[in-house]
């Protein structure tokens, strides 16, 4: 039997159209955004504007913003330092009860349809959305990273 797969994605540089067809030619059901602020000032990427042109591809939005990261992570992201960005978010973050119960829900998720986790990051080794998918992984998953061109 084939491993379930677990997908990641950032929209760091990417163009609302190329990101859509990238989300859509790898036959994603759901996109699991686990930003803690679904805003940007990237035109298309916020939560109305995304889940709105999801739709229109057939593709399906669930935020988790209990799996979001803190400011001081986004900030050590933003700074390249993986390393306190993978402390904060896994000592704040993680052992919380709420991410502990959001995480089971994506999971599960995970299991019956194909999903990709969205956070803005265009590295994932630079995003907390790289330790949600090792736990995944670590229950069997395998990860694919998907990069918009």
């Known amino acids: 039997m084939a491993k379930s797969r677990i997908f990641t994605i950032g929209y760091e540089g990417a163009h609302p159209d190329r990101f859509l067809e990238t989300l859509k030619d ?18 298309g990427f916020s939560k109305s504007a995304l889940r709105e042109a999801l739709a229109g591809q057939g593709i399906g939005y669930e935020h988790f913003i209990r799996l979001g990261t803190p400011k001081e992570g986004r ?30 829900e994506l999971a599960e998720m995970a ?16 995003c907390h959305r ?8 670590d229950r069997g998953m395998e990860v694919v990273d998907l990069t918009v061109f």
């Open 75 to 104: 900030q050590a992201a933003r700074a390249g330092d993986a390393a306190l960005m993978t402390r904060v978010y896994c000592d704040e973050v993680l052992k919380t009860p709420q991410a502990q119960e959001a995480f089971e």
């Open 26 to 43: 790898a036959g994603i059901a759901t996109l699991a955004d686990v930003r803690a602020v679904a805003l940007s000032r990237k035109r």
């Open 111 to 126: 299991q019956q349809q194909p999903i990709c986790l969205l956070c803005f990051e265009r590295d994932p080794a630079l």
């Open 130 to 137: 790289r330790i949600l998918a090792n736990r995944l992984a």
